[in-house]
C-alpha cells in the first residue's frame, strides 16, 4: 500500500483544484510510475520522452506546459534541463 498512498495523496490534493486536467494527472501519475520503477527515490531526473511515453501523450508543448503547472501550483518541484542530453531533476512535494 506504500506505492499508492502518493497517488492518493495526489488525488486528494487536486479533488478541489479547477486548474488540474486529465493531461496533468496522467504526467503526475507518469512520475510516479517512473518513481516506482527507479525505487522510490526523490529526486528523480528524466528525459521528457520516457514520461511522455508512460503518460500517453505525444506533444512536447502539452508536456512542458503542464510540468511547468504542476510545477507552479506545488505539486512537484520542477527543475528542466536546456540540453537534451542531460535530464530534467524533478522533486515530489510532500
Known amino acids: 500500500m506504500k506505492t499508492l498512498k502518493p497517488?492518493?495523496?495526489f488525488f486528494n490534493a487536486?479533488?478541489?483544484d479547477y486548474r488540474i486536467s486529465i493531461t496533468h494527472i496522467g504526467i503526475y501519475a507518469a512520475?510516479?510510475?517512473f518513481r516506482t520503477q527507479k525505487g522510490f527515490?526523490?529526486?528523480?531526473e528524466v528525459y521528457?520522452?520516457?514520461i511522455?511515453?508512460?503518460?500517453k501523450i505525444t506533444g512536447p508543448v502539452t508536456y512542458h506546459k503542464?510540468?511547468?503547472?504542476l510545477n507552479e501550483y506545488g505539486y512537484i518541484s520542477y527543475l528542466p534541463k536546456r540540453n537534451r542530453n542531460q535530464r530534467s531533476t524533478i522533486y515530489f512535494n510532500s
Open 66 to 69: 503542464c510540468m511547468r503547472e
Open 31 to 33: 512520475l510516479l510510475q
Open 7 to 9: 497517488l492518493s495523496d
Open 14 to 16: 487536486i479533488e478541489k
Open 52 to 55: 511522455m511515453k508512460l503518460a
Open 41 to 44: 527515490v526523490n529526486p528523480i
Open 48 to 50: 521528457r520522452y520516457e
